[in-house]
């Protein structure tokens, strides 16, 4: 008896403060633009990334729907594609180059966790991956090698690193491996 109120009150504790999103992989919505992403976890669609301002092609300014995750990602600073700000219901995620203009390596932090997420190859912008020493692991990269519109994950970062922070870096190759036209 005691073993079924275990299992319940575990049951009700995990539906109550919510598990963090393990994203799988993520593409984009049409094949020949760059402005629409849809995110994954397995084969279940949870949401999307787009670009605000599509019609006049503005890569400042994107927002964000997935699952219970709404908000915002743009450029902390006019025309600074150093510095970007993700605001994501409550929680405000700062995204920087770790050097001015080397888009290869940025730090991601809310506050209280860092991370760095870094690219195998300075010039293409294909994998993408975080390995830190207490938080765990994450790898972002292409299907393909040259082409950009689909993309697997494998998450293996621990639960205190915030569903925010992993948005955060996905967006950060979604708009650095993507063609701007």
């Given at each position: 008896?005691?073993?079924i109120?275990?299992?319940f009150?575990?049951?009700?504790?995990?539906?109550?403060?919510?598990?963090?999103?393990?994203?799988?992989?993520?593409n984009?919505?049409?094949d020949?633009?760059?402005?629409?992403?849809?995110i994954?976890?397995e084969?279940?669609q949870?949401?999307?990334?787009?670009?605000?301002?599509?019609?006049?092609?503005?890569?400042?300014?994107?927002?964000?729907?997935i699952?219970?995750y709404?908000?915002?990602?743009?450029m902390?600073?006019?025309?600074?594609p150093?510095?970007?700000e993700?605001?994501?219901?409550?929680?405000?995620?700062?995204?920087?180059?770790?050097?001015?203009?080397?888009?290869s390596e940025w730090?991601?932090s809310?506050?209280?966790?860092?991370?760095?997420?870094?690219?195998?190859?300075?010039?293409?912008y294909?994998?993408?991956?975080?390995?830190?020493?207490q938080?765990?692991?994450?790898?972002i990269?292409t299907?393909?090698?040259?082409?950009?519109?689909?993309?697997?994950?494998?998450?293996g970062?621990?639960?205190?690193?915030?569903?925010?922070?992993?948005?955060?870096?996905?967006f950060?190759?979604?708009?650095?491996s993507?063609?701007?036209?």
């Amino acid at each position: 008896m005691r073993l079924i109120y275990f299992f319940f009150i575990n049951f009700c504790l995990n539906v109550s403060l919510g598990a963090q999103e393990v994203f799988s992989s993520f593409n984009t919505y049409y094949d020949d633009s760059f402005a629409e992403w849809e995110i994954y976890s397995e084969e279940e669609q949870l949401g999307t990334i787009e670009m605000k301002w599509k019609l006049k092609n503005d890569w400042s300014e994107w927002q964000v729907a997935i699952g219970d995750y709404y908000g915002t990602i743009k450029m902390k600073w006019d025309n600074n594609p150093n510095h970007w700000e993700v605001r994501i219901n409550n929680e405000i995620i700062d995204v920087k180059t770790v050097y001015p203009r080397d888009y290869s390596e940025w730090r991601v932090s809310d506050g209280s966790n860092k991370l760095r997420l870094t690219s195998k190859y300075k010039n293409v912008y294909e994998e993408w991956s975080v390995d830190h020493k207490q938080h765990g692991f994450m790898d972002i990269f292409t299907n393909w090698e040259g082409d950009p519109r689909d993309w697997n994950i494998n998450d293996g970062l621990e639960e205190t690193i915030g569903t925010e922070i992993k948005i955060a870096m996905i967006f950060i190759a979604i708009l650095h491996s993507s063609p701007k036209f």
